[in-house]
């Protein structure tokens, strides 16, 4: 079992910036590819950006490429997403998820663990 906890989200304007935190607890960390998927009012839960085991690769939906940034500490238990140049479209619930797979997958499918979530809003 692994436990996910995220936290950071909140109410920004349209250009600022957020940090979003994922805290893992249970299992090794370290045997999990991750990922950030998001679902905004009425509609599906879409893949957002994804990081291997190890951190060295990492992968991203073509609407934040250039945006949001993530990444991983597995000495603290920790998966990061920088979310910059925000837009009122960036509006979501923003989850967590640990995959055993080695490559971040952008489905749901693959990801066995998933975090409660945390919104995001952004004001136009």
């Known amino acids: 079992q692994v436990q996910l906890v995220e936290s950071g989200g909140g109410l920004v304007q349209t250009g600022g910036s957020l940090r979003l935190s994922c805290a893992a607890s249970?299992?090794?960390?370290?045997?999990?590819?991750m990922g950030w998927f998001r679902q905004a009012p009425g509609k599906e839960r879409e893949f957002v950006a994804g990081?291997?085991?190890?951190?060295?690769?990492?992968n991203y939906a073509d609407s934040v490429k250039g945006r949001f940034t993530i990444s991983r500490d597995n000495a603290k238990n920790m998966v990061y997403l920088q979310l910059n140049s925000l837009k009122p479209e960036d509006t979501a619930v923003y989850y967590c998820?640990?995959?055993?797979?080695?490559?971040?997958?952008?489905?749901?499918?693959?990801?066995?663990?998933w975090g409660q979530g945390t919104q995001v809003t952004v004001s136009s």
């Open positions: 998820a640990a995959s055993p797979d080695r490559w971040p997958s952008s489905r749901m499918y693959n990801y066995d663990y």
């Open positions: 249970g299992r090794a960390f370290g045997n999990y590819a």
């Open positions: 990081i291997r085991r190890s951190g060295g690769s990492t």
